[in-house]
């Protein structure tokens, strides 16, 4: 079977750093994305992980163990304008379509 | 902006009725794909289109369809609606059909079943 797990909500204060984490179950596995979804709006691409290790780009870093079944997304100084739900998507081995979890929403506050 | 178009934005429409959602990939992609995504459930994908084939299903449902044009434009077709069909429905696109291609999102059309 195929299961996400992600915390629903998280707060934290604009400057700030924050992980979202994600542990994955996937009938096989073929990498794992990071989107950003604002309330009503489309997904953006955040970050891409298919071997271990950590990918920085910019604010934001993902890091992903393959093994564990588990990746993070990691913002640094936080802005008001990150509030938003954080879709962590891992890819089975099977399709090439990605199965989202529900997304965590976060909060920053001023 | 990610270039991937989809018209109309809202659509309110009644049970039992049949609407068509319109998606346009980014230039140069060939694959496209539908999601819904509904308040209690999150993101779900529906179906795969690649360069005219279906590629892929997921958990759609036998009173919707879909095709892709040799323009490479899509439609998804959605039939006897209920009310559970309100939902945001989403396309995305990617360059090929591989499996590290990184989809792009469409803003969406909003379905609204009274």
């Known amino acids: 079977g195929q299961n996400i797990d992600q915390p629903t909500e998280m707060t934290a204060t604009e400057g700030a750093i924050v992980q979202i984490n994600c542990t994955y179950q996937?009938?096989?596995?073929?990498?794992l994305f990071w989107y950003q979804q604002h309330a009503g709006e489309a997904p953006t691409f955040l970050s891409y992980n298919v071997l271990d290790g950590l990918e920085e780009k910019g604010r934001f870093s993902s890091f992903l163990s393959r093994s564990k079944g588990y990746s993070y997304l990691l913002l640094k100084e936080l802005q008001m304008k990150d509030s938003a739900s954080y879709l962590c998507?891992?890819?089975?081995?099977?399709?090439?379509?990605?199965?989202f979890g529900k997304g965590t929403t976060l909060s920053v506050s001023s | 902006d990610s270039g991937v178009t989809q018209t109309p934005k809202h659509l309110i429409t009644a049970t039992g009725q049949r609407v068509t959602l319109r998606c346009s990939p980014r230039s140069g992609d060939l694959s496209v794909y539908w999601y819904q995504q509904s308040l209690d459930q999150g993101l779900q994908f529906l179906i795969q289109?690649?360069?005219?084939?279906?590629?892929a299903k997921g958990n759609i449902l036998e009173r919707f369809s879909a095709q892709q044009f040799p323009d490479l434009h899509s439609e998804l077709n959605l039939s006897s609606l209920e009310l559970g069909d309100s939902a945001l429905y989403f396309c995305?696109?990617?360059?090929?059909?591989?499996?590290?291609?990184?989809?792009?999102f469409g803003p969406g059309t909003r379905l609204t079943v009274l």
């Open positions: 289109y690649y360069n005219g084939e279906e590629r």
């Open positions: 995305a696109s990617s360059l090929g059909g591989g499996r590290t291609d990184t989809q792009y």
């Open positions: 996937t009938s096989g596995f073929n990498g």
């Open positions: 998507a891992p890819r089975n081995q099977a399709g090439t379509a990605l199965i």
